[in-house]
């Protein structure tokens, strides 16, 4: 039996073991400590400069918003079913879709940013600005990185590069795992921006 | 019973709409509707996206605690 022969059918493990790697997890929780002082920061701010809050909320396109919530969340699900069918064909196909959505959500973001700009408005408008960008844009360089790791061990998956079922499994819950931490900042970041006036 | 993981992303994007249709509408009760609904979708995420439903406790509890956190802040400041 061949080496990618045998990476068909990956084991099913229920146990309490770590999905992925524990550097991967090392750095997972420091993003998310910087997230949390910046998510904190801002929190701070809208109840601080609420009026300007609420002005810059209604600047907003509530559309570009929800749409990227609900591409961010259907990646993650693209990206856990393929991981979960546990098969190297699914797990492509899982983080190709997931990419997919991914890029939709890079351009409504981009897109967003244009129109702002475009309307006169930058990091030094007010304070509301200068959180949306800062935060928003530090949230999308996390997107990209997730996108490049996602697309990594998509294209090493099929290249047939991991040697065994247990280092693609590692390497994909690793991979899922970055980019479900990116989802969930997100999920934190939506209501401060979009939804509380 | 487990529930698939379709059930939870379907789920998610529910409830997502039900936070916009809140803050079109904007009631007294919308900060604690929204926090909750985030909170809810953040543990659906964690549990079953992440895997840290069957992952090691610390692991999840460390996850879960910044998401409580980061929404604490968020309703208390």
């Given amino acids: 039996m061949s080496a990618a022969e045998g990476l068909t059918d990956l084991p099913d493990t229920e146990s309490a073991a770590l999905p992925g790697d524990l550097a991967m997890w090392c750095f997972i929780l420091a993003e998310l400590l910087v997230f949390a002082l910046l998510l904190i920061a801002l929190a701070y701010a809208r109840s601080r400069w609420s009026m300007e809050f609420s002005a810059g909320v209604a600047t907003l396109h509530p559309l570009a918003g929800v749409s990227n919530t609900l591409l961010l969340l259907t990646a993650s699900y693209l990206v856990a079913r393929g991981l979960e069918c546990g098969t190297r064909r699914a797990l492509v196909r899982g983080f190709a879709l997931g990419l997919l959505c991914g890029l939709g959500y890079l351009l409504i973001k981009f897109g967003e940013y244009a129109v702002l700009i475009g309307e006169g408005y930058n990091l030094r408008t007010n304070t509301f600005y200068f959180f949306y960008f800062f935060t928003t844009f530090f949230h999308a360089m996390h997107a990209m990185l997730g996108m490049v790791i996602l697309a990594v061990v998509a294209v090493r998956t099929r290249a047939g590069y991991y040697p065994d079922a247990a280092r693609q499994k590692m390497a994909g819950d690793s991979a899922g795992s970055y980019w479900h931490m990116v989802d969930l900042v997100w999920l934190a970041l939506f209501p401060l921006l979009y939804l509380l006036p | 019973m487990r529930l698939s993981l379709r059930f939870f992303w379907l789920?998610?994007?529910?409830?997502?709409?039900?936070?916009?249709?809140?803050?079109?509408?904007?009631?007294?009760?919308?900060?604690?509707?929204?926090?909750?609904?985030?909170?809810?979708?953040?543990?659906?995420?964690?549990?079953?996206?992440?895997?840290?439903?069957?992952?090691?406790?610390?692991?999840?509890?460390?996850?879960?605690?910044?998401?409580?956190?980061?929404?604490?802040a968020l309703a208390l400041l």
Avoid: Y
């Avoid at chain 2, 998610?12 to 916009?20: D, E, K, P, S």
């Avoid at chain 2, 926090?35 to 079953?48: A, F, N, P, Y």
């Fill in chain 2, 11 to 72: 789920a998610l994007l529910a409830l997502t709409l039900l936070g916009v249709a809140l803050s079109q509408r904007q009631p007294d009760w919308l900060m604690a509707a929204v926090v909750l609904l985030t909170l809810l979708k953040g543990h659906w995420l964690i549990d079953r996206f992440m895997g840290l439903a069957t992952g090691p406790l610390w692991l999840r509890a460390t996850v879960s605690g910044w998401l409580l956190l980061v929404l604490s």
